[in-house]
């Protein structure tokens, strides 16, 4: 067999896409398409139709994909609850921004001399440079 008899053009009308990786094409079916191969009835034969994906909802909010493993990585980033790591610290939440955000605000951007937090207010480098000036 030929290197170009693997090359495999894409089903859907007026897609450009060609690869010789069966599983390649599925990605991009999934991907760029939102659908997915129709088994054969015959084993060992190449998939040749179609589908639309069904949609997975995710049951705590209104978002919505394709795959398993993007909804589990939705609710994991989004919805379980994570306790600050460090130590003495009681802040939880189900958000990973938000939880960056706080490690990133009161754990790790502190002025080591008197404890100053920055906020919205002033930088760490200003509140140095004013308040600690050649000290």
């Given at each position: 067999m030929k290197h170009s008899d693997?090359?495999?053009k894409c089903p859907e009308e007026g897609?450009?896409?060609?690869?010789?990786?069966?599983?390649?094409?599925?990605n991009h079916l999934r991907r760029e398409h939102k659908k997915m191969w129709?088994?054969?009835?015959?084993?060992?034969?190449e998939p040749t139709e179609?589908?639309?994906?069904d949609k997975m909802l995710c049951q705590q909010c209104a978002f919505s994909c394709y795959t398993e493993r993007e909804l589990?990585?939705?609710?994991?980033?989004?919805?379980?609850?994570?306790?600050c790591p460090e130590e003495g610290c009681d802040f939880g939440t189900t958000n990973g921004t938000e939880m960056?955000?706080?490690?990133?605000?009161?754990?790790r951007l502190r002025c080591g001399i008197c404890n100053f937090v920055p906020g919205w207010g002033?930088?760490?480098s200003e509140h140095r440079c004013e308040d600690h000036l050649g000290k």
């Open positions: 693997r090359i495999k897609c450009k896409y060609s690869t010789s990786t069966p599983r390649r094409m599925e129709v088994t054969p009835a015959t084993e060992g034969q179609t589908k639309p994906l589990q990585k939705h609710v994991e980033r989004r919805h379980q609850f994570r306790k960056a955000s706080h490690r990133a605000m009161m754990h002033k930088t760490l």
